[in-house]
């Protein structure tokens, strides 16, 4: 697994006569993901471009897959708690003793 979007980027490179300011925007494969808090763009060869790709996936099925686990942990934990609530026994409630 690799922590990251994986995906086809396309963009201007900013000279007037090159051919993405008519349109045809640069193409190129990247890695995405958050460093510190900032998000850190890394070209991917073409050689690895296949792997990464399968990386990635598995990365996000991952985190869907702990999403639903978590999901239904807490759903098990509030029904945990419910029954503990409705077999809690109230203390019975002191008697105050007559000073002598």
Known sequence: MVRGSFYLLRRKCGKPNCRCARGLLHATYVL???EQGKDRLYTVP???RA?????AAEYR???RAR???VKRHL???AIVDQMAEQRLLTSPEKKEQPHA
């Open 32 to 34: 995405t993901r958050s």
């Open 46 to 48: 073409k050689t690895q």
């Open 51 to 55: 792997q990464l790709r399968q990386w």
């Open 61 to 63: 099925r991952y985190q």
């Open 67 to 69: 999403a639903v686990l």
């Open 75 to 77: 759903y098990l934990l």
